[in-house]
């Protein structure tokens, strides 16, 4: 991770009392939100620009089933590194969540995702389905 990016982090993550981990798995869960704004790429899985080893942090994350297929799934479809998603996420959305956070209006709400396999001959067709949950309606 770029050090300004974990700079950025750490000092969100003192001011609201969250974890690194869990601002990164909501900030995660917000751009997979944002699917229609998206711009879906073709070919290769793109990284982020290389600088000066001085200028990385190390920062390991473990990650649930879910926000591991989640994140997966976001990286074979916008064809970018995870990594390279998250400091995207950090860019677009940290400065969004974190006064939120602050006057405790975030509700976060998880995205249900699966994904299938059909083959047709020898090509394989997946299909990542995305579904954001509906308010149960209530009966009165």
């Known amino acids: ?12 993550s003192h001011r609201t009392g969250m974890s690194m981990h869990d601002l990164i798995i ?3 869960y917000l751009y997979a939100k944002d699917h229609k704004k998206m711009h879906i790429e073709q070919g290769t899985v793109k990284y982020q620009r290389t600088a000066a080893s001085r200028n990385w942090k ?6 649930e089933p ?8 976001m990286r074979k479809v916008l064809k970018k590194s995870v990594s390279y998603l998250v400091a995207l996420a950090i860019k677009k959305y940290l400065e969004i969540i974190v006064p939120q956070i602050l006057k405790k209006l975030f509700n976060y709400t998880s995205i249900v995702h699966d994904s299938a396999v059909k083959e047709v001959g020898n090509i394989k067709k997946w299909i990542l389905i995305w579904k954001k949950p509906t308010p149960t309606p209530q009966t009165t």
């Open 66 to 73: 879910n926000d591991y297929e989640l994140f997966t799934d």
């Open 1 to 12: 991770m770029q050090i300004n990016n974990f700079v950025k982090l750490q000092n969100a």
């Open 26 to 28: 909501q900030m995660m």
């Open 58 to 63: 190390v920062f390991r994350i473990a990650l």
